[in-house]
């Protein structure tokens, strides 16, 4: 029946685009240079976002708190903030202050000495309680991405495997976290943002519908850049050469694609098991014995393979100035710096944080380093 | 409801189907509906179609034509084509005719001469074919223009002879009008024809070279085959065959018109293609040609005699012969997928949440590092040790994928030899009293090495299923084994559905594919005690020699089954819900049983096993390795006693060095460890228990 209704589907709509899972070929051939990550200073506890100061010194939450790290590599740790919610997106302003997103409150400004010195909670009359990331645009503005109307950001698989209408907010304010406005709406967990070096696009990464968008500031003139991704884009970073950085939080799979269609089967592997034991992409590569194997992540001679579908896995791609993945770094199925949330350029350096394996970590950088 | 859905699932008929799609007669499906089809259609149509006279004429008018059709399979089954066939027979028709009755030569020479006439045209075909390596189209249709032409020369000339013409002997008359048992001698003829050529070809070594030649010629050529003479022998016999259908057409007819002949060989090759024989070579029957052929010649003639113009009747003909040619191309060849997509039919398991495993949880079953430390036996130079087993000289034998027993050697196992191959994947072990080495072979039965090597079958087939569709007396799958105290074999065959490389398939359906067998080596007879067990495993025989233990995989359950004493010959459940999939049990020295986890129970995977359609969906819709699969990337060991109570566990946490146990065997105080994927085999030293136990003594000295 179903094969009646897919002929019947390519004759009527013979051009209906297929949002398959593209394979990874060309830029995005898989490597293992993401393994070869230095790591920086000891664990954090899951991580999200990094964010550097104007003073050198290296801004990452972690928990409900935000890390201030200085040093050559950023090993010197003190609590610089604890707020009334997890931490997500982390931004710094050139005048000092520290804008954070704080789940179920929304957008906080920090002064230099940790205190709070404005909010945004709400757009419109709408609270902003699933804030995700933040970035400061040149001209003063800055951007903030609301990921879903239901959920909070820690419940983002739930956000995923609910597969509601995407309710996502692309929301500007001024510096002073004034004069609100939602620039676009109906984004499906807009984890990236990143504002031009011009300052007259905004590129929104969508997580669950795998793609990056570019917006104007006044919300018109939307262009999608790249429609389908292998994975699930996270942050964006922007530097100022016209290149961009992405974070990919994991790699879609056949399976989790086929059980975001079996809609009962979600609803109920949802309301009955504990949602770490749940079919979908996970952050840490860490085996739990309970979770749901795969045919090819049979171990094979007590080998793990590589090339295995991945529950978890790490990507991070730099991207040139149309927006064009140029090179990949990954840790593949059987690697150790998966569940990648944010990748940024820190002058010459690039680092990233591995949310699921709770470290700091800088890239290998240049040609060298390729044929790993 | 629920009931009924479960009902369905358990007995669906798509269990049916699946099974009928997999039978080799089913490939000529569509041709044999035709056939049935035109017929009925005409006999509904046409007044009086079904009187015995009726059928007879119909069939004394079929059966050279079927001949003919016969001659065109050989040369396509041989990867050929024979275009001359038509003409041969027409020539073939005027000898016999020309000799038997003008010459008056005897009846048998004439026959004889005539069908050397046919191999003749067939070695002149074949010779250039084989030997001169012309096209076939070419080369026969140079021949069939020749022949025609020395035809038309020959009724020519010879026309006022066979226009007076005596009649012949009663002999020749029997061959041209007689019956034997109601049925036309030609038709009779060619009733013998068909099953002995089909007999050729699929049982004696030319005939079957003749399908091997057409199927891969390089294939044959590297099996020793003489390709060139097979390929002209298939063109001698396809001329010999196509003269044999002169000589009857000659009996009936008495005469030798202009048109006999006449596009006999695009009728021909249209019934040989109409029946699914493939025009690439090796694939098809005879049983299909001559299916062909009957499919158009009912049509032509009962067209005729409905009265439709001829023209009208060629073209319904060729509309007729597309449409069923295009369905047969598309089913042979798709023939395949269509079975894929329905043979894997998944039933409904109902599972309850199992006793915990998290550490501290206070089961049985919590996890601890027990064999965190386990010592590495063969690392590395073994390759899927699924079962262990050690003799009374502390040797260690286990299995490997590439079909051999492996021996390592006492006391410190480094010196690894080979102890027998014998092929298939050997999966369980057992000894036997007098030491032979007996081992279940996936895909091949149950085989035994003696302790001098020599390697012996013990059993390859089993009592059949007499209402199943599917031949299950083969094993398939023998998994594990073993002995009892009076010397039978009881083994178990995981599935009788899916071969051993397709466990995960067995895994969806969750049915009972599997069973329980019995061998006895004192009378040979091997029968099935048990069927229908959802893939049974961990065969073994209870310390008193009472019971066998037996485990489905699927299901998480212990059972017994009673050989002895006064439950014998039944079955029951000692252990239900386990926390994970059960594979090989095994006794232990404090006289209870070792059982392995091959896998561990996954929340989603019980969810999965409770909606059929689900699983059915995921086998269709995305590729195998992204399957959802038990969790067999964690083991762990249990020990139960004969009350079905557990009362330990050993884990291995992250199943860093024994993923997937398979198997655990206890000797002299150390519990060795193997796994059907795993590089090594596992030894821990078992504190509390007796130094000095062995299996052997256990089975075999018992006071």
């Known amino acids: 029946m179903s094969l009646l209704g897919d002929i019947i589907d390519r004759v009527l709509f013979p051009n209906r685009e297929i949002h398959g899972i593209p394979v990874l070929d060309g830029a995005f051939s898989p490597n293992q240079r993401l393994d070869q990550a230095r790591r920086l200073g000891g664990e954090i506890e899951r991580p999200d976002d990094i964010a550097p100061g104007p003073d050198g010194a290296l801004y990452v939450s972690t928990g409900n708190r935000i890390l201030r790290c200085t040093g050559d590599d950023f090993d010197a740790r003190e609590v610089f903030a604890t707020l009334d919610g997890p931490v997500g997106g982390l931004a710094c302003l050139p005048d000092g202050r520290l804008l954070a997103c704080v789940s179920g409150r929304g957008l906080i400004a920090l002064s230099p000495s940790g205190e709070i010195v404005g909010k945004l909670e709400s757009v419109g009359g709408g609270t902003i309680a699933c804030p995700l990331s933040v970035t400061a645009a040149p001209d003063g503005a800055v951007y903030l991405t609301d990921g879903s109307r239901t959920n909070a950001p820690e419940l983002w698989l739930t956000d995923l495997m609910q597969n509601r209408a995407p309710s996502g907010r692309l929301i500007a304010c001024n510096s002073a976290l004034g004069g609100a406005k939602v620039v676009a709406d109906r984004l499906a ?98 085996l739990n014995p309970r979770e749901p194997t795969q045919i090819g992540r049979i171990k094979k001679l007590g080998i793990q393979k590589p090339w ?65 | 409801m629920k009931s009924l859905q479960r009902f369905w699932h358990r007995n669906s008929p798509q269990l049916f189907l699946g099974e009928l799609l997999e039978k080799r007669w089913m490939e000529p499906i569509i041709p044999f509906t035709l056939t049935i089809a035109v017929f009925l259609f005409f006999a509904l149509a046409i007044p009086n179609y079904l009187r015995p006279s009726s059928l007879q004429e119909l069939m004394r008018n079929f059966a050279e034509q079927g001949m003919v059709a016969v001659a065109m399979a050989f040369s396509i089954l041989s990867g050929g084509l024979d275009l001359s ?217 009962g067209m005729v005699r409905l009265g439709i113009s001829g023209n009208l009747t060629t073209a319904v003909i060729g509309i007729i012969l597309l449409v069923a040619v295009g369905f047969n191309v598309k089913w042979v060849k798709n023939k395949g997928k269509v079975l894929q997509k329905v043979y894997v039919t998944p039933s409904w398991v ?130 594990d084994l073993d002995v009892a105290p009076d010397g039978k074999i009881y083994f178990s065959e995981a599935s009788t559905r899916y071969e051993l490389a397709d466990w995960a398939l067995d895994g969806f359906e969750g049915r009972g594919n599997g069973r329980l ?76 049983y070792w059982l392995a986890f091959v896998g561990l129970r996954t929340p989603v995977y019980d969810l999965a096993m409770r909606n059929p359609s689900f699983r059915t969906r995921m086998v269709k819709q995305i590729p195998p390795d992204e399957w959802l699969c038990p969790g067999i990337n964690f083991g762990c060991v249990v020990k139960f006693d004969d009350n079905g109570v557990v009362t330990e566990s050993l884990w291995d946490p992250g199943g860093l060095s024994h993923p997937t146990i398979t198997s655990i065997r206890e000797h002299k105080g150390y519990l060795y460890i193997g796994g059907l994927e795993n590089n090594r085999i596992g030894r821990i030293r078992l504190a509390d228990a007796d130094p000095t136990w062995e299996a052997h003594k256990s089975y075999w000295e018992r006071a």
Not at chain 2, 518 to 541: E, M, Q, S, W, Y
């Open chain 1, 189 to 286: 967990w807009p984890l990236g943002v990143a504002v031009s070096a011009d300052g007259r696009e905004i590129w929104v990464a969508e997580s669950w519908t795998h793609r990056l968008t570019a917006f104007a500031p006044d919300g018109g003139g939307k262009r999608i850049i790249v429609k389908n991704y292998t994975g699930y884009p996270g942050r964006l970073d922007r530097s100022a050469s016209g290149e961009a950085w992405m974070a990919f939080l994991a790699l879609r799979t056949q399976l989790t694609e086929f059980v975001l269609r079996e809609r009962a089967f979600c609803e109920e592997m949802m309301r009955t098991v504990p949602s770490e034991l749940w079919i979908g992409p996970a952050l840490d590569g860490r």
């Open chain 2, 350 to 479: 109902d599972f309850e949440p199992p006793p915990s495993v998290e550490r501290g949880s206070g089961t049985p079953f919590a996890e601890n590092d027990r064999l965190k430390d386990a010592e590495a036996i063969a690392l590395n130079k073994i390759e899927g040790p699924e079962d262990i087993i050690l003799d009374r000289k502390d040797n260690l034998y286990t299995v490997n994928r590439n079909g051999s027993i492996i021996r390592f050697l006492a006391p410190d196992y480094e010196v690894r030899e080979e102890f027998a191959r014998i092929g298939g994947r050997p999966l369980g072990l057992a000894f036997d009293r007098d030491q032979n080495l007996l081992v279940c072979i996936a895909g091949m039965g149950v085989y035994g090495v003696k302790p001098d090597r020599t390697v012996f079958k013990v059993t390859d087939r089993t009592t059949r299923t007499r209402t199943r569709l599917k031949d299950d007396s083969r094993l398939y799958l023998a998994d």
């Open chain 2, 85 to 301: 066939v038509g003409a041969v027979f027409a020539m073939a028709n005027f000898l016999a005719i020309y000799l038997y009755l003008i010459l008056g030569l005897p009846l048998p020479v004439t026959i004889v001469l005539v069908i050397l006439f046919g191999a003749a045209m067939g070695a002149i075909n074949g010779g250039l074919i084989a030997y001169g390596k012309t096209r076939p189209f070419l080369t026969t249709l140079v021949v069939l223009i020749i022949v025609r032409a020395a035809y038309n020369k020959v009724t020519v000339a010879y026309t006022n002879e066979l226009a007076s013409i005596d009649l012949g002997s009663g002999v020749w008359d029997f061959m041209g009008t007689g019956r034997i048992l109601g049925v036309p001698v030609n038709m009779a003829a060619l009733i013998v024809l068909a099953v002995s050529t089909h007999f050729f070809l699929t049982r004696v070594k030319p005939g079957v070279h003749i399908m091997a030649v057409g199927s891969s010629r390089k294939a044959a050529r590297h099996a020793g085959v003489n390709v060139k003479r097979v390929l002209f022998s298939a063109y001698v016999i396809s001329g010999s065959i196509a003269a044999l259908a002169g000589v009857f057409y000659a009996a009936r007819q008495n005469s030798s018109g202009t048109d006999t002949g006449v596009g006999w060989e695009i009728n021909a090759l249209a019934a040989v293609v109409l029946g699914g024989i493939s025009l690439a070579g090796g694939r098809g029957t005879i049983a299909r040609a001559v299916m062909g052929a009957a499919i158009i010649f009912m049509l032509i003639s």
């Open chain 2, 517 to 592: 067998i019995c061998h006895d080596p004192a009378t040979g007879v091997t029968r099935t005690v048990l069927k229908n067990l959802a893939f049974p495993n961990g065969i073994c025989l209870s310390h008193d020699g009472q019971s066998v233990l037996w485990a489905s995989t699927w299901l998480c359950q212990i059972n017994r089954y009673w050989i002895a004493g006064p439950k014998a010959g039944t079955s029951e459940l000692l252990i239900d819900n386990l926390p994970g999939y059960c594979d090989n049990i095994n006794r232990a020295s404090d006289g209870k």
């Open chain 1, 308 to 372: 295995a579908p991945p529950r978890s896995y790490g990507l991070v791609a730099r991207l040139d100035a149309d927006g064009e993945a140029a090179e990949t770094w990954h840790s593949r199925v059987d690697g150790r710096v998966h569940g990648v949330t944010t990748i940024r350029r820190i002058g010459s350096r690039v680092l990233a944080v591995s949310k699921g394996r709770d470290c700091l970590v800088e890239l290998p950088l240049g040609r060298g380093a390729q044929e790993g």
